[in-house]
């Protein structure tokens, strides 16, 4: 663990203003760790709403349906995180994952290399492109502007690679079988057992280590998620159970989600992320290398965009001209923001992602299963997107009222 004292948030929360001590102790306590409370009554709300217009809502094949087209969004944004959280931006990571997806398929079905080579290729082109994107944003370029172009360089490398069809059909061939392929019952009780073991252990080591004994603290520390995360694990894994089973993109998102919780929740690598998002002068003085962390984060986008193009092309069971194009990139940037992740830099948890991502699919799926207009769609994706930044901004700047010149 870091031996080193630097702040891990965005500027300090500043008083709340006279007279208003519960607004102030409420907007102090959305920038901490209640910051997932309001998304989670959103989606309840959502959920709620759609359920009484339509039962097949919450059924066990919606349920299947949702996951598997949240996982792209998710993974995406998963990536998406890690960037906002040292205070930069990235427009280019959807395209990346379509030429990303595309050169996996290029080595997989045209030049007929073995699976796990074609995506450890496709992954490498990932982290070269960002590497080279990261390098101009450490050069003093700002990330919005570097991106933006990367964005446009790949929609042309796209055509490149592409063949002269502009396709790449994957059906029938092992590319294909990563979103196919399903976990048995058994397999995926037994996952679920195991994950929800080592969270419960992981909670009680960290409540013992930070040495707080009192009964009262350990309910609320350990018990109360232990319960939490027990009726969440075993209610997904007994919904999904009812269909065809786990879906492996599914639980390639809940590992790549776990193994992010763990390094930015309890290492030194975690502790630096923060900082660098929420003071980056502080943290070089603190003789943090912010360049690094920069880099690192990038990094993991491009990994994490890698991943998601692969999956949503063994989904959709090709690759196009059109691969990473759509609502994708505006879709991974809102799923972070909507979950939680400060576009300021320095607040937020890889767990972001995945609710962001449940937020916006809801709303689509209810949207596409209640016979709604695309315009109902972008409508709702928007207000929410708003609403949740209009929430960051006021954490940001500590009070609901806006600032006095």
Same mark, same amino acid.
């Given at each position: 663990m870091s031996t080193q004292q630097v702040p891990t948030t965005a500027p300090p929360i500043a008083?709340?203003?006279?007279?208003?001590?519960?607004?102030?102790?409420?907007?102090?306590?959305?920038?901490?760790?209640?910051?997932?409370?309001?998304? #989670? @009554?959103?989606?309840? @709300?959502?959920?709620?709403?759609?359920?009484?217009?339509?039962?097949?809502?919450?059924?066990?094949?919606?349920?299947?349906?949702l996951t598997l087209q949240i996982v792209t969004t998710a993974i995406l944004a998963l990536g998406v995180v890690f960037v906002l959280l040292v205070g930069e931006i990235d427009l280019s990571s959807a395209m990346l994952s379509g030429v990303c997806a595309t050169v996996t398929a290029q080595l997989a079905v045209k030049s007929e290399w073995p699976l796990w080579l074609a995506i450890l290729g496709g992954i490498a082109v990932g982290v070269v492109f960002v590497l080279a994107e990261v390098l101009a944003v450490i050069f003093g370029v700002p990330s919005l502007i570097v991106t933006l172009g990367g964005m446009v360089i790949l929609q042309g490398l796209l055509l490149v690679v592409l063949p002269p069809e502009f396709a790449i059909n994957v059906a029938g061939t092992d590319y294909a079988r990563?979103?196919?392929?399903?976990?048995?019952?058994?397999?995926?009780?037994?996952?679920?057992?195991?994950?929800?073991?080592?969270?419960?252990?992981?909670?009680?080591?960290?409540?013992?280590?930070?040495?707080?004994?009192?009964?009262?603290?350990?309910?609320?520390?350990?018990?109360?998620?232990?319960?939490?995360?027990?009726?969440?694990?075993?209610?997904?894994?007994?919904?999904?159970?009812?269909?065809?089973? #786990?879906?492996?993109?599914? #639980?390639?998102?809940?590992?790549?989600?776990?193994?992010?919780?763990?390094?930015?929740?309890?290492?030194?690598?975690?502790?630096?992320l923060y900082a660098v998002g929420g003071n980056r002068e502080a943290a070089?003085?603190?003789?943090?290398?912010?360049?690094?962390?920069?880099?690192?984060?990038?990094?993991? #986008?491009?990994?994490?965009?890698?991943?998601?193009?692969?999956?949503?092309?063994?989904?959709?069971?090709?690759?196009?001209?059109?691969?990473?194009?759509?609502?994708?990139? @505006? %879709?991974?940037?809102?799923?972070?923001?909507?979950?939680?992740?400060?576009?300021?830099?320095?607040?937020?948890?890889?767990?972001?992602?995945?609710?962001?991502?449940?937020?916006?699919?809801?709303? %689509?799926?209810?949207?596409?299963l209640l016979g709604m207009s695309t315009e109902v769609q972008s409508f709702a994706t928007g207000g929410v997107l708003i609403l949740a930044v209009a929430i960051d901004v006021v954490i940001t700047r500590g009070s609901l009222l806006p600032n006095r010149r």
């Open positions: 008083p709340g203003e006279p007279g208003t001590p519960l607004l102030s102790r409420v907007v102090e306590g959305l920038g901490g760790k209640y910051r997932s409370i309001p998304v #989670l @009554l959103v989606l309840a @709300l959502i959920w709620l709403y759609f359920s009484s217009q339509n039962s097949a809502f919450l059924t066990s094949g919606n349920i299947t349906t990563i979103s196919s392929t399903y976990l048995p019952s058994g397999w995926s009780l037994a996952l679920g057992a195991a994950g929800w073991l080592i969270f419960c252990t992981t909670r009680y080591l960290g409540h013992r280590e930070r040495g707080a004994g009192a009964s009262s603290s350990a309910l609320l520390s350990v018990g109360v998620p232990a319960v939490v995360s027990g009726v969440v694990i075993f209610g997904a894994v007994a919904v999904l159970s009812e269909g065809p089973g #786990l879906p492996l993109p599914v #639980l390639i998102l809940v590992g790549m989600l776990l193994i992010a919780a763990y390094f930015t929740g309890r290492t030194r690598y975690g502790t630096h070089q003085r603190a003789g943090i290398p912010v360049s690094r962390m920069v880099i690192y984060s990038f990094l993991i #986008l491009g990994v994490c965009a890698a991943v998601a193009g692969m999956v949503e092309a063994s989904r959709l069971l090709a690759v196009s001209n059109s691969s990473g194009g759509g609502p994708l990139m @505006l %879709n991974a940037i809102a799923a972070a923001v909507v979950g939680g992740v400060s576009l300021f830099g320095g607040r937020g948890t890889v767990w972001a992602a995945l609710l962001g991502a449940l937020v916006i699919g809801s709303i %689509n799926n209810g949207v596409q």
